[in-house]
Structures are given as C-alpha cells and as structure tokens.
C-alpha cells in the first residue's frame, strides 16, 4: 500500500504561480512512478505530467508544457508540481498518483494508487 497526501493549492490569479506537492508514505518510493492529474467540474479526469522512478524522464500534457514542471525527491518521498503562467482554465482538483513499476504513462487507468486531491483556482 501506499498512501498519497497532496498539498499546495489554493486560489491564485490569471498568470501567477503555485507549487503542488504530494507526500509519499508505505512501501518503497523508488519502485513507483508518479503522475500528476487533473479533474474539472463537468469534465473528466486528464492527464497533467508524469514522472519516472529516477526523476530522469518526465511527460507533460500538451496543455501545460511549458509552464508547469513535474520533479521527485526521493529522499524526501516526495513529488512535486511547479505550475507557472498559470491560466483559469488550470482551474480543477488536482491528484497525484503512483504507477507500481518504474515506467510512466498517461493512462489514468495505469495508476495504483490516489491522493485524496487539492483543490486549484485560478481567478481572471
């Protein structure tokens, strides 16, 4: 098992920025990948960023590459989402989760385990 603990957001304007970060606890931080999504009110959960096992590789959405960064201390047990230039449609819940095995993907459904989420606003 591993538990996720997400922390970070909050209300920010159009073009400012925030730092996400999701606090690892259970088994073994290395041996997961770590990815980052999002879910707007009305929508469907999406894909942000992803990051491997090592921090070496990393994906972004489209939408947010760029802008947003995704980086792993693994000292730390921790995963973080630097989010810049940020813009009202980055309005959503944002979670992290954790793939079992070291390679990352995009697939919502390839992801083991969730952080209970936290909450981003972004005002106009």
């Known amino acids: 098992q591993v538990q996720l603990v997400e922390s970070g957001g909050g209300l920010v304007q159009a073009g400012g920025s925030l730092r996400l970060s999701c606090a690892a606890s259970?088994?073994?931080?290395?041996?997961?990948?770590m990815g980052w999504f999002r879910q707007a009110p009305g929508k469907e959960r999406e894909f942000v960023a992803a990051?491997?096992?090592?921090?070496?590789?990393?994906h972004y959405a489209d939408s947010v590459k760029g802008r947003f960064t995704i980086s792993r201390d693994n000292a730390a047990n921790t995963v973080y989402l630097q989010m810049n230039s940020l813009k009202p449609e980055d309005t959503a819940v944002y979670y992290c989760?954790?793939?079992?095995?070291?390679?990352?993907?995009?697939?919502?459904?390839?992801?083991?385990?969730w952080g209970q989420g936290t909450q981003v606003t972004v005002s106009s």
């Open positions: 990051v491997s096992w090592s921090g070496e590789d990393t």
């Open positions: 259970g088994r073994a931080f290395t041996n997961y990948a």
């Open positions: 989760a954790a793939r079992a095995g070291r390679r990352y993907t995009a697939g919502s459904g390839d992801y083991d385990y």
